[in-house]
């Protein structure tokens, strides 16, 4: 999981508090270089009853801001951690090799083959590991959330529910809510779901409502009718919201309600507020501290923001197969203020999400930039590859290290410049198998995605009516 700036509209900033797998310190490095601090990584082992409900909420500078948790956090203790990572970065790959497949049908014209081929496979839900937790308030009851910028409809668990997954929350009880109604079938908005799902709404067996589905890369789906309800996001109140109301759910949610979908089609999050909002929302992804927060800003007054270093903007490359993407054009990477080269730079669109976890470059690009890593990069014992990550090494006999930078750049120069943490994965808890976190498609054509575990520590700024994305350095804190 996705998914990246009158009087200024009013601006929602919810709180994103990460459980962690490790702390990790930025100190002072040589030109080209970021010192890493090895002596603080300590996996927290969950132990407490998990929480991803929360009703915490303050108000500052005419914001309102809310708790958000990691995915992790509702999701029951972890024993093994080294299985966890594995497996999350096995799933990961599975998503994006399926997102390849979707991009490619579409480019070629196959649209309406592809949910037969993907089992089926939605163009509305990007395919993303989906990752971090926020409470909304939807119909008068609080329901926690998974964010992503990859999909379009937000959906939760309903009453009365024929096959769900275990959440930590009440299911929603449509019939409870006066306010509720249910989107008939032949309505625009019940057409509208194959603009943003790539499935067709249908009518019920039993009466005309519009029921959706949508399915995920990693076999995971949601199933039920569209309804509307009121939608209070902090003290920001949404009348006439359409979401899913899910009756048959299965999948990897962790103890989450639902989604919250922040795409581009008109049934997104950041479409159907855009009236309040006008299409602009932001985040920050916090390090890999325990007490580390960021946050999930929805309006364009940046009052809030704590950025070190000026917005940069560049252009979103609009795709008229797949216009709910977010698309870049990615012009060139340095490693350690050395540029490399690469055939795919400025050639195709690359894809911004903050649900896929680990970045996937071409492999000409890849390639380049492994090898100018490792150049600078020296002296320090290999270790075994992690899953898709083959470029690891063994620091467990290192308090602190120094790694090369690596910024990536964009039209009309815009920056990102990747933070300390998120250049290397640490996939042992003792640092005996510590890979840099990038990863190599299997084609040159492939499409680009830019992770969020890239995006640490940036505040990333998604403008969808001026169709243009910013970046900008921030050490993300909610206080």
Known sequence: MAQATPPPPLEVSLLLLVLLLGTAHEVHGHEGMKALSLRNFFWDQMTSTPNCFSQKSIQKNGANILEIVHQDHCSGKTVNWNQKLQKRLILDDAQVRMLQRRIKNANSGNIKDVAKTQLPLTSGVRLQTLNYIVTLELGGRKMSVILDTGSDLTWVQCQPCRACYNQQDPLFNPSASPSYKSVLCNSSTCQSLEYATGNLGVCGTRTPTCNYYVSYGDGSYTRGELGVERLNLGATPVDNFTFGCGRNNKGLFGGASGLMGLGRSSLSMVSQTSNIFNGIFSYCLPSAEVAASGSLAFGGDFSIYKNSTPISYTAMILSLQLPTFYFLNLTGISVGGVAIQSPSFGKAGILIDSGTVISRLPPSMYRALKEEFLKKFTGYPPAPGFSILDTCFNLSAYQEVEIPTIDMHFDGD???????????????????????????????????????????????????MGSKLGFAGETCSFV
């Not at 994965?425 to 890239?454: H, M, P, R, W």
């Open 414 to 464: 815009a920056k990102l410049k990747v933070d300390v943490e998120g250049i290397f994965y640490f996939a042992k808890t003792d640092a005996s198998q510590v890979c840099l976190a990038l990863a190599s498609l299997t084609y040159e054509d492939e499409v680009g995605i830019i992770g969020n575990y890239q995006q640490k520590n940036q505040r990333v700024v998604y403008d969808s």
